[in-house]
């Protein structure tokens, strides 16, 4: 049950050996150390292990880690460039939308994301509740969270 | 680490095929989101896995000489969303793909996956049973094709031999060109949930007649429904009010809710009288008509 599959990895070519049977999850947490990589409820509704998939957010517990072969994954720890905070994890930082923080980097890769995707469009604060309603939060009630993300929005270029 | 035997991966249609005809208790997986959840619930039927995650074959939204759309069962529920060809001619089908799960689902999970899945609330069924959509299904002994609503045999069940794959859903022409739609999904929640009741209208009117209806019902009975009855009884009508009176008191005979965790039957029969009496309102709005 054995494969070898090459993939990049916040913009690191990896080539590793995995088993058909483990999730991109597991792989990401336990083979690459990424731990900002959350096992929610591993059903897709949580959203806390969202990472991307050349640019496209997806629940990684829900993804077999063989079909990542060739493609290109994002997670949080490859989002902050020479250390500074990304555009999207700093406008979470300045609004207060991270509280207890097991979702917040499902959230912050769905929120990158659905910037990337609307940077010219005029979405509305119910178009990015919409975008995010993949990502489960307790703490917050969204609201800062949505915040966050318009701020990113009005200024992106 | 999800627990199956054999994981096979098919690189076209035809080793699907041969993949399946090799092992009878061989499954196909497509985006996951319905088997991977089950696997990781302990269900054994999925022990013997045939990957067509990522077969660019079965990936394809188009459109033929005739105007017929036909999409490919691999086209995932955002592709659906985002398709310009989809939006324009069959826009309840992009309506009703947006109420399944959350963008990181809609990003993986498949329209065919959808469909094989054979479960009453598949979102996607009811607007295509509406469009009289058509099902391919290729196996070991060549292509055949069907209505999708004789697709659906009954709970988790499909019309699909061990070795068939599901290669296509097509909507002619004469099915669309139109005909305006509308639908609903009834759920407790506006994101992440399955439908209590899901609901289909499409409509052709003309002169103030209601020229032909459409309606379809999703977890109103074990399998996605259209309700004939009802369409018999209400086509030719003229457009009034008391149409939309008579498809609410009609629609009842033609369906059978059941009772569970979710919502029960007497519920689910209220939100089924009332959708039919709203999505078919919108729909024949949507189509021009004016309701006095």
Redesign the interface.
């Known amino acids: 049950?054995n494969r070898q599959i090459r993939l990049t990895v916040n913009g690191k070519k990896k080539e590793i050996r995995i088993?058909?049977?483990?999730?991109l999850l597991?792989v990401l947490r336990e083979q690459l150390g990424l731990l900002s990589v959350k096992q929610g409820c591993?059903?897709?509704?949580c959203?806390a292990c969202?990472v991307l998939i050349d640019d496209?957010?997806?629940?990684a517990c829900?993804?077999?880690a063989?079909?990542a072969d060739g493609k290109s994954i994002r997670t949080v720890e490859g989002e902050s460039r020479d250390g500074k905070l990304s555009r999207v994890q700093q406008a979470f930082v300045d609004e207060g939308a991270v509280q207890c923080g097991i979702c917040t980097p499902g959230f912050v890769m769905?929120a990158t994301s659905f910037v990337e995707k609307h940077k010219q469009q005029n979405a509305s604060r119910h178009d990015i509740r919409?975008?995010?309603?993949?990502?489960l939060c307790r703490c917050t009630g969204y609201d800062t969270i949505v915040t966050a993300v318009q701020k990113c929005l009005d200024d992106a270029d | 680490m999800f627990n199956f035997r054999s994981y096979a991966k098919a690189g076209s249609v035809q080793e699907a095929i041969r993949l399946l005809g090799e092992n009878p208790d061989a499954h196909l997986i497509a985006g996951g989101t319905d088997i991977l959840v089950k696997l990781h619930k302990g269900k054994a039927q999925f022990d013997h896995l045939v990957d067509i995650h990522d077969l660019a074959e079965l990936n394809f939204i188009t459109q033929n000489d005739s105007g017929d759309i036909i999409i490919g069962p691999l086209v995932r529920f955002t592709q659906v969303a985002e398709s310009e060809l989809i939006y324009q001619h069959i826009p309840i089908l992009s309506q009703a793909v947006l109420t399944i799960g959350g963008p990181q689902v809609r990003n993986v999970a498949t329209i065919g996956g959808n469909l094989c899945n054979g479960v009453p609330s598949a979102d996607s069924a009811t607007p295509l049973i509406a469009l009289n959509a058509a099902v391919t299904i290729e196996g070991r002994d060549g292509s055949r094709q069907m209505p999708l609503e004789s697709f659906f045999l009954g709970p988790s069940q499909v019309a699909l031999e061990r070795h068939e794959i599901l290669t296509a859903i097509t909507i002619t022409h004469d099915n669309y060109a139109d005909y305006f739609g509308h639908f609903h999904k009834y759920a407790m929640r506006e994101a992440m949930d399955i439908s209590t009741i899901g609901c289909s209208a499409v409509c052709k009117i003309k002169d103030g007649i209601l020229q032909d209806l459409r309606l379809a019902f999703g977890v109103a009975a074990p399998i996605p429904i259209r309700c004939k009855g009802t369409e018999d009884k209400v086509r030719g009508r003229k457009i009034m009010p008391k149409l939309l009176t008579d498809i609410a008191n009609y629609v009842s005979t033609d369906v059978r809710p059941r009772t569970s965790w979710r919502a029960a039957k007497e519920f689910r029969l209220q939100i089924i009288t009332t959708l039919a009496r709203r999505v078919v309102e919108r729909a024949l709005l949507n189509a021009g008509g004016i309701i006095q």
Do not use: C, F, H, K
């Not at chain 1, 088993?19 to 999730?23: A, I, K, N």
């Not at chain 1, 591993?42 to 509704?45: A, I, K």
């Open positions: 049950m088993d058909v049977r483990q999730s597991e591993s059903v897709g509704e959203g969202t496209v957010p997806i629940d829900l993804y077999l063989v079909w769905a919409r975008g995010l309603a993949g990502n």
